[in-house]
C-alpha cells in the first residue's frame, strides 16, 4: 500500500471535520475521493500533506510515518492545489524553477523537467508567458505543471478542473490517465462523478467526514443494483399492452404514463428482445428505448438520501 | 539552497511590482523635491541682529553708573543697542509697539537701595505676546550677567575684600563656526524623512510576502514541499528587507548626487541605519499580518499606519512648527527614531547616539518578529 490511514480524525473546535477514516491505496491506482463540498476531502488530503495537524489515527505514507518521516515523503508527492497556486508575476517557466528548486532539482536536470513539464502541459510557446494573461484552462495546466515537475510517486489532486470549460478539463483527464500510466499513483478529489466515474480505478464517497462507501466502480454500482429499469417511448401505449408486458418472465412492474412505459424487472434478467417482441405484436412504434444503468450518483443518493450537488 | 530560491525570487517579485516601485521610489523623489522648495523659506537660519532695548535710568545716586558703563561696553554693543528713553512711559509705549524687545529701567532708590543693604533692582520690562522670544532672552542674559557679576563684588566688598575693581576680560576664545552641512536645509530634510517614509512603507513587503503564504492557497502548495517553515517565512523576510534596503540605498544615491542632500560622511553609517529600519519595518508589517484576521484588513491597517506615523514625526512638515500638542506625540511614531538616528549622525555628529538609537531600532525589530511568531504559532495550533 502506497498510503494507509488509520482511524484518522480532524476536529476544529467542536466540528468533527474527517471522523474516524480508514484508507488504504495501492500502489500504481487512480484512487477517487468523491463527495459533495465540504464532505472532508481537502481537510483529509490537508492532513496527508502536514498542513492539518490531526487529533487521532495515524498516516503512513510509502510505508513511512507521515510525522517522523515528514521531509522524506513530502519530496515524494506532488499536489495540485484546489485553488490555482501559482505566481501570476513570474513567468511560466519560472514558476516552474520555483518549485522544481523547492523539490530539490536544480542544473541541467531542473531544465531538462522543465521542457519535459512544458510539453506535457502544452505550454512550450507559453514559457516566457505570464499566468495572470492566461486562460482559466492554462493556468489549471501550469498548476499541475508544477506539482508533477519533480516526477512524484504520488499526485494529490484536489478538484483540479473547478471553473474551467470542457475541452481544457478533458485535457486534465487526459494528463491523469497518462501520469498513472507512467507509474505516479494519483489521487484524485471532486465533487464531479463523472470524472470520478471516468478515471478512477477505485472510489471513496466520503460525506460529513465519514467514508461511506468504498470499492471499484462496480463494487460501488452494486450496491444498489438489485433491478433493471428501461423506459420505452411509443406512439401510442395503453394497459393491454402493459399487462402483456407484465407477464414476461422476471418482470416485476409496468407503469404506463404519456405513452411511456417503465418497466422494471429483475437484475440481469436479459429480457429485453421479448419485451420488444410483444411490443411488436401490437403494432406500436417504438421511438425510443432507455437502458437506466445505476450511477455514482445514484449510489450517493443512495447511501446519503441526497444528491452530491446538494 | 531552497531559502536562497525563495530569497531571489522575492525580491524579483517584489521589483517586478510597478505600483510598488512608484510608491517607493518615484513617489519620494517627486515629494522631496515639492516640499523641498515650498518650504525652502522654512529653513533659513537669518544672521541675528542687535536687540533693540530702551534704557531708563532714574537713579538718584552713583551707583547706577556702573551699569551704565557695562551698557556702553563694546563687547555689549556689539549685541544690544540701546535706545536711552526719559520716561517710564516712554520706554512701555517703545515695548508695546514693538520697537524695543525690553526696557531696563533702574529707579530713583537703586543707590540708596545698595548702600542701606535692602536691596535693589533693574528691572526688565516686555511684552510676552510680541514674539521675539530668542532677542528678550539675549536682553535679559546681557542683564543677569552684569548682576551676578555686581553681586560677586558686592559679597566680596560685605566680607572686607577689596571688591571695588571691575575688569572686563574674556574667556571665551573667537572661532568662526563653518555652518555649512550643519543645520539641514529643506532638501536635506525631506530627503531623511521620504527616506524613513520608504522604509515603513517598506513593511507592505513584509505584510504582502508572508500574506501570500498565510492567507492565500500558494503558501499551502509550498508549506505541502519538502521545506521546513522557518526556512520560507526567513526567505521571505530576508527578501523583503533586502528589496527594501536595495530602495533606501538608491533613494540616498538619487538624493545625494541629484538633489545634493547631505548624508554625511560615512555612507556606511547610513547603510547601517537604513539596514535595522529595514528589519524593523519588516517585522511590523509581518506582525500586522499575523494580527489581522485577514489580508484586506492587514492591507488596510497598514496604509493607514504608514502615513500617521510619518506626519507625527514631522515627515511632511517638522514638528516645531506644529504646537507642543503635536510635539508630544512624536513618540509614538517609530519614525521619530530613524529621524533621529540620521539627523543626530549627520548633523550633530554624535555616532553614540546614533549607535544607541541602532540598537534600540534592533530591538524593536526583534520584538514585533518576535510577537509575529507566537502570533503565528497560536494560528496554526
Known sequence: ?????????????????????NLSIKEGDIYGLLGPNGAGKTTLINTMLCLS??????????????????????????????????????????????FGKLYGLKGNLLKNRIDETLEFIGLQDKKKAYPKKFSGGMKRRLNIGC????????????????????????????????LNEKGSTIIYTSHYMEEIEEICKTITIID???????????????????????????????????????????????????????????????????????????????????LEKPTLEGVFLTLTGRTLRD | MAILNIIYFTILRNLRDKKDLLLMLVMPIVVIYILGNALSSQFVFAEIKRSPVGFLNEDIGGASARFE????????????????????EEGVSLVQNREVVALIYINAEYTQGI????????????????????????????????????????????????????????????????????????????????LVMILMYGANYGLHGIAKEYFVGIGDRIKASPIKNYQIYLGRTLGAVFTLFLQAMILVFFTKHVYGVNWGDNLLVIMMICLSLAVFSVG????????APNRKVANSIMTILVPVFTFLAGGYAPIEYMGELFNKFKYLSPNYIGHRAFFSYIYGGRIVETQLLVILIWGLA????????????????
Do not use: W
Open chain 2, 366 to 381: 526583534f520584538l514585533t518578529m518576535g510577537l509575529a511568531i507566537m502570533l503565528g504559532r497560536r494560528e496554526t495550533a
Open chain 1, 1 to 21: 500500500m502506497i498510503v494507509e490511514i488509520n482511524n484518522l480524525v480532524k476536529r476544529y473546535e467542536n466540528n468533527i471535520a474527517v471522523d474516524h477514516i
Open chain 2, 115 to 194: 548702600q542701606s543693604n535692602a536691596g535693589a533692582n533693574i528691572e526688565m520690562i516686555t511684552d510676552l505676546h510680541s514674539g521675539g522670544g530668542f532677542y528678550r532672552m539675549i536682553v535679559k542674559n546681557v542683564v543677569d550677567s552684569f548682576v551676578e557679576s555686581n553681586n560677586a563684588i558686592m559679597a566680596m566688598t560685605m566680607i572686607g575684600g577689596n571688591g571695588g575693581e571691575y575688569r572686563r576680560t574674556s574667556a571665551i576664545k573667537d572661532n568662526t563656526i563653518d555652518l555649512a552641512d550643519k543645520i539641514p536645509g529643506s532638501m536635506d530634510y525631506y530627503g531623511v524623512t521620504m
Open chain 2, 284 to 291: 511590523i508589517g509581518i506582525m500586522v499580518c499575523m494580527l
Open chain 1, 147 to 178: 506539482a508533477i515537475l519533480h516526477q512524484p510517486k504520488l499526485i494529490i489532486m484536489d478538484e483540479p478542473t473547478v471553473g474551467i470549460d470542457p475541452q481544457s478539463r478533458n485535457q486534465i483527464l487526459e494528463s491523469v490517465k497518462i
Open chain 1, 208 to 290: 460529513h467526514g465519514r467514508v461511506i462507501a468504498s470499492g471499484t466502480k462496480e463494487e460501488l454500482k452494486n450496491l444498489i443494483s438489485f433491478e433493471d429499469r428501461i423506459t420505452i417511448r411509443l406512439a401510442k401505449a395503453n394497459n393491454n399492452l402493459c399487462n402483456e408486458i407484465k407477464s414476461i418472465d422476471q418482470v416485476k412492474e409496468c407503469i404506463v404514463e404519456d405513452n411511456r412505459l417503465t418497466i422494471v424487472s429483475s437484475k440481469n434478467s436479459k429480457n429485453l428482445g421479448r419485451i420488444i417482441d410483444v411490443i411488436t405484436q401490437q403494432n406500436s412504434l417504438i421511438q425510443e428505448i432507455n
Open chain 1, 53 to 98: 495537524r490531526i487529533n487521532e489515527g495515524q498516516i503512513k505514507i510509502f510505508g513511512k510515518d507521515l510525522y517522523s518521516q515528514e521531509e522524506e515523503i513530502k519530496k515524494e508527492i506532488g499536489i495540485v492545489p484546489q485553488d490555482v497556486a501559482i505566481y501570476d508575476d513570474l513567468t511560466t517557466y519560472e514558476n516552474l524553477v520555483f
Open chain 2, 69 to 88: 558703563d557695562f551698557l556702553s561696553s563694546n563687547e555689549v554693543e556689539e549685541i544690544l543697542e540701546v535706545i536711552k528713553v526719559d520716561s517710564y
